[in-house]
């Protein structure tokens, strides 16, 4: 009998996990029947009510809820479901997918979220993009992330667990010793946004005041704030904080009200009026708030807890008047009308274009009162300022509409065009006043003091075109304005670059980017070019085909490695020094086949010889040498001069073959393990324009100098080459012999 009833609560459990919430249901209620343990009667009440909500019988589950309340008072785990459906439902509501019952993904939430908010306006400003993902607010003290994307100073600050932060953008974490503020940004959204930027130093004053329990001077900054940027969400938000630590909480419930009307996808904000809702004493109102801030962020740890202290509350059986407490439980669900009411109500109300103080020249904001009696009365009077603005633009553009059609246009009816007609005209409003104090200047780079190309941001906030940045590495790990070491940036080597940099000259400095970037084009064809001012290392001889590993250490060799690794050619050519011409006249070009680096910039590289090569011109190029080369091939030869050429092949590989196999053992591994074994025999003698490669790693390997190794490379006949071998490995057996 137990196998049998543990078969069917498998079978229920599967049954909840395939959405057939009827039969686990079923399953459940079955089990109850027969069962008298109190703990395992009100477990299995929980999962039966479980399956009833997300079956849509709301009526019957928190009844079955209210039931096993009485047997003892519910935990978090036992409303965990419970939770995730009601937060689901709203988001489902909110998305028109309410016919969807099942559980909505985690992956489908954020989406969604993302989606709404680029609909909504991330600031309300017209300024999406110099928004922070993480507070929806504008950008005040930006810092820089190692992925390159951007944050306020203070809510990384505010999010970081353990030295580690995730990026809201990305999702990749990262451990960060210190938040430093990104100079050039700040700077440039503190000359673009005076007033934003303003808003953004009261709210951080008084955030101090706050944390010293002043209070007063606290919401006396932040009244000031709201004077000057009557749209910031946050602003209203943390004086609802303010309003509550003294006790104001019909004014704490305003201030959240207000900011939910603003950004209505931005959860803390739901969080603060849930809170004030709370110390009402309106609990039903603010478990409402709490779940659409869960149906917002399902991580938000605050509104899980208080939600599940909230609903044990609602079901625990404390007086005979909790069932009809709870009766009007489905106005939880009314998220969607409400969420509705407030986009739609508010964007009217609060036209973007109308209510940035920074771009709206028509209205001015009226001067702060001293008395706290006229806060209201300056919001209010504030607002209705703005709503006599809109309505007058409104007018304007209406009458602009109608000598549109007079003239034979056609005048757009639809709401929806006219609603993307007005959102252009916001965008066109904010790019034509920001491009009107736009500086090219504020956007160079003060190294190369050029438009930033593929700008970084270092640990330290400073920010440099990406190749300006590596080329200060090479010969010093600091950092070349403030001098902070960044040895650990240099081993970490993510230069990512900074996105929002990015996308502000891509917008506003169009023409200047293209300039810039056919510079660089330029640069890098003059580069890729492996005929004219081809990078040359002079150092030890190379041959085809053989392995050439290379320590790399001084700084305009670690460039030209850098280089002909963003070039794509991953070639360069070696050379052996010349006293006279600076290196010989005669090399082999080397392919990079892989870069290893090192903590202090140091790297090893390895490489392996492909084509031979005659310096036609000697030159250098930022510190390295560089020359104009032509290319060598052997001369093919046929008829009986091939054969003749066979033989002689054959003859000098036995000899080779010989000379290798008298070395000792220690010898044979120690050059095996730096150049690998002896190849073997080509199939076809001429089939390669540099000859056999056993003869290059023959040379490789001889006990010669590196002057007598030269001619060798030279030489553009198999014949003399194999000779030449031949006279060395003869001399060689000569010398042994003695």
């Given at each position: 009998?137990?196998t049998?009833?543990?078969?069917?609560?498998?079978l229920?459990?599967?049954?909840f996990?395939?959405?057939?919430?009827?039969?686990?249901?079923?399953?459940?209620?079955?089990?109850?029947?027969?069962?008298g343990?109190?703990?395992?009667?009100?477990?299995?009440?929980?999962?039966?009510?479980?399956?009833?909500?997300?079956?849509?019988k709301?009526?019957?589950?928190?009844d079955m809820?209210?039931?096993?309340?009485?047997?003892?008072?519910?935990?978090?785990?036992?409303?965990?479901?419970?939770?995730e459906?009601?937060?689901?439902?709203?988001?489902?509501?909110h998305?028109?997918?309410?016919?969807?019952?099942?559980?909505?993904?985690?992956e489908?939430?954020?989406?969604?979220?993302?989606?709404?908010?680029?609909?909504v306006?991330a600031?309300?400003?017209?300024?999406?993009d110099?928004?922070c993902?993480?507070?929806?607010?504008?950008?005040?003290?930006?810092?820089?992330?190692p992925?390159?994307?951007?944050?306020?100073?203070a809510?990384?600050?505010?999010?970081?667990?353990?030295?580690?932060?995730?990026?809201?953008?990305?999702k990749?974490?990262?451990?960060?010793?210190?938040?430093r503020?990104?100079?050039v940004?700040?700077?440039?959204?503190?000359?673009?946004f005076?007033t934003s930027?303003?808003?953004?130093?009261?709210?951080?004053?008084?955030?101090?005041l706050?944390?010293?329990?002043?209070?007063?001077?606290?919401?006396?900054?932040y009244?000031?704030?709201?004077?000057?940027?009557?749209?910031?969400?946050?602003?209203f938000?943390n004086?609802?904080?303010?309003?509550?630590?003294?006790?104001?909480?019909?004014k704490?419930?305003?201030?959240?009200e207000?900011a939910?009307?603003?950004?209505?996808?931005?959860?803390?904000?739901?969080?603060r009026?849930?809170?004030a809702?709370?110390?009402?004493?309106?609990?039903?109102?603010?478990?409402?708030e709490?779940?659409?801030?869960?149906?917002?962020?399902?991580?938000?740890?605050?509104?899980?807890?208080?939600?599940h202290?909230?609903?044990?509350?609602?079901?625990?059986p404390?007086?005979?008047?909790?069932?009809?407490?709870i009766?009007?439980?489905?106005?939880?669900?009314?998220?969607?009308?409400?969420?509705?009411?407030?986009?739609?109500?508010?964007?009217?109300?609060f036209?973007?274009?109308?209510?940035?103080s920074?771009?709206?020249?028509?209205?001015?904001?009226?001067a702060?009162?001293?008395s706290?009696r006229?806060?209201?009365?300056?919001?209010?009077?504030?607002?209705?300022r703005?709503?006599?603005?809109?309505f007058?633009?409104?007018r304007k553009?209406?009458?602009?509409?109608?000598?549109?059609?007079?003239?034979?246009?056609?005048?757009?009816?639809?709401?929806?065009?006219?609603?993307?007609?007005?959102?252009?005209?916001?965008?066109?409003?904010f790019?034509?006043?920001?491009?009107?104090?736009?500086?090219?200047?504020?956007?160079?780079?003060?190294?190369?003091?050029r438009?930033?190309?593929?700008?970084?941001?270092?640990?330290?906030?400073?920010?440099?075109?990406?190749?300006?940045?590596?080329?200060c590495?090479?010969?010093?790990?600091?950092?070349?304005?403030?001098k902070?070491?960044l040895?650990?940036?240099?081993?970490?080597?993510q230069y990512?670059?900074?996105v929002?940099?990015?996308?502000?000259?891509?917008k506003y400095?169009?023409s200047?980017?293209i300039?810039?970037?056919?510079?660089?084009q330029?640069?890098i064809?003059?580069?890729?070019n492996?005929?004219?001012?081809?990078?040359i290392f002079?150092?030890?001889?190379?041959f085809?085909?053989?392995?050439?590993?290379?320590h790399?250490?001084e700084?305009?060799?670690?460039?030209?490695?850098r280089?002909?690794?963003?070039?794509?050619?991953k070639c360069?050519?070696?050379?052996l020094?010349?006293?006279?011409?600076?290196?010989?006249?005669?090399?082999?070009?080397?392919?990079?086949?892989?870069?290893k680096?090192?903590?202090?910039?140091?790297?090893?590289?390895?490489?392996?010889?492909?084509?031979?090569?005659?310096?036609?011109?000697h030159s250098?190029r930022?510190?390295?040498?560089?020359?104009?080369?032509e290319?060598?091939?052997?001369?093919?030869?046929?008829?009986?001069?091939?054969?003749?050429?066979?033989?002689?092949?054959?003859?000098?590989?036995?000899?080779?073959?010989?000379?290798?196999?008298?070395?000792?053992?220690?010898?044979?591994?120690?050059?095996e393990?730096?150049?690998?074994?002896?190849?073997?025999?080509?199939?076809?003698?001429q089939?390669?324009p540099?000859?056999?490669?056993?003869?290059?790693?023959?040379?490789?390997?001889?006990?010669?100098?590196?002057?007598?190794?030269?001619?060798?490379?030279?030489?553009?006949?198999?014949?003399?080459?194999?000779?030449?071998?031949?006279k060395v490995?003869?001399?060689?057996?000569?010398?042994?012999?003695?």
């Amino acid at each position: 009998m137990g196998t049998e009833s543990e078969s069917m609560l498998l079978l229920a459990a599967k049954a909840f996990q395939c959405k057939n919430f009827e039969l686990a249901a079923d399953i459940y209620e079955c089990h109850l029947a027969g069962l008298g343990d109190p703990g395992s009667r009100q477990e299995l009440m929980v999962k039966r009510a479980d399956a009833l909500a997300f079956g849509g019988k709301l009526t019957e589950a928190f009844d079955m809820y209210r039931q096993a309340s009485e047997i003892e008072r519910l935990k978090p785990a036992h409303l965990d479901n419970l939770v995730e459906y009601l937060s689901g439902s709203i988001r489902r509501q909110h998305r028109g997918h309410s016919q969807n019952r099942g559980p909505v993904r985690r992956e489908e939430a954020e989406a969604a979220l993302a989606t709404e908010c680029q609909a909504v306006g991330a600031t309300g400003c017209g300024y999406e993009d110099l928004s922070c993902r993480i507070c929806l607010s504008f950008l005040f003290e930006p810092v820089t992330l190692p992925c390159g994307h951007c944050f306020c100073k203070a809510c990384l600050e505010r999010e970081r667990k353990e030295r580690s932060v995730m990026c809201k953008e990305c999702k990749d974490s990262f451990r960060v010793q210190s938040y430093r503020v990104n100079v050039v940004l700040s700077n440039l959204l503190a000359k673009w946004f005076p007033t934003s930027h303003q808003a953004g130093q009261l709210r951080r004053e008084g955030n101090g005041l706050y944390a010293e329990k002043k209070m007063e001077a606290a919401l006396e900054k932040y009244n000031q704030a709201i004077l000057i940027a009557p749209m910031d969400h946050k602003l209203f938000s943390n004086r609802s904080q303010i309003h509550s630590s003294l006790r104001h909480f019909e004014k704490a419930l305003r201030d959240a009200e207000m900011a939910c009307r603003l950004m209505p996808h931005w959860s803390k904000g739901h969080v603060r009026k849930a809170q004030a809702l709370v110390l009402l004493g309106r609990t039903e109102e603010a478990l409402r708030e709490y779940l659409v801030c869960l149906s917002i962020d399902p991580d938000c740890r605050l509104a899980k807890t208080e939600v599940h202290k909230l609903l044990s509350d609602l079901l625990a059986p404390v007086t005979d008047q909790v069932p009809e407490h709870i009766s009007d439980y489905t106005n939880i669900l009314s998220f969607r009308a409400h969420i509705k009411n407030n986009i739609n109500t508010w964007s009217q109300t609060f036209t973007p274009s109308l209510l940035s103080s920074e771009f709206s020249l028509t209205f001015t904001p009226p001067a702060p009162e001293k008395s706290e009696r006229c806060e209201v009365k300056d919001q209010q009077e504030l607002v209705d300022r703005r709503q006599d603005y809109s309505f007058a633009l409104k007018r304007k553009r209406r009458s602009r509409e109608e000598e549109k059609v007079e003239k034979g246009g056609q005048g757009k009816s639809d709401d929806s065009k006219k609603s993307k007609c007005d959102s252009a005209e916001v965008t066109d409003s904010f790019t034509s006043g920001v491009n009107e104090i736009m500086d090219p200047t504020d956007l160079e780079c003060s190294l190369c003091m050029r438009l930033f190309y593929e700008p970084v941001t270092t640990p330290c906030g400073h920010t440099f075109c990406l190749q300006c940045l590596e080329r200060c590495l090479d010969h010093n790990p600091k950092c070349p304005l403030c001098k902070e070491e960044l040895s650990e940036y240099l081993v970490q080597r993510q230069y990512c670059k900074t996105v929002l940099m990015e996308k502000l000259i891509s917008k506003y400095l169009p023409s200047e980017l293209i300039e810039r970037q056919i510079i660089h084009q330029e640069e890098i064809a003059e580069l890729s070019n492996l005929n004219k001012n081809v990078p040359i290392f002079v150092c030890t001889m190379a041959f085809p085909t053989v392995p050439c590993p290379l320590h790399i250490f001084e700084p305009c060799y670690r460039l030209m490695i850098r280089r002909c690794m963003e070039t794509g050619t991953k070639c360069f050519g070696m050379c052996l020094g010349d006293n006279l011409k600076g290196f010989a006249s005669y090399g082999c070009l080397l392919e990079i086949r892989d870069v290893k680096f090192f903590s202090d910039g140091r790297s090893v590289v390895d490489t392996i010889g492909r084509r031979r090569f005659k310096v036609i011109q000697h030159s250098e190029r930022d510190g390295y040498n560089t020359a104009d080369i032509e290319y060598l091939e052997d001369v093919t030869v046929e008829g009986v001069t091939e054969q003749e050429l066979q033989s002689l092949h054959d003859t000098v590989y036995d000899q080779a073959l010989v000379w290798v196999n008298s070395l000792k053992a220690e010898q044979r591994e120690r050059i095996e393990g730096h150049f690998g074994p002896m190849p073997g025999k080509d199939s076809v003698l001429q089939c390669s324009p540099n000859g056999p490669s056993w003869c290059w790693w023959l040379l490789a390997v001889l006990p010669l100098e590196g002057r007598a190794q030269l001619p060798f490379l030279a030489l553009t006949s198999l014949k003399d080459r194999l000779s030449g071998i031949r006279k060395v490995l003869r001399y060689m057996a000569h010398s042994r012999q003695r």
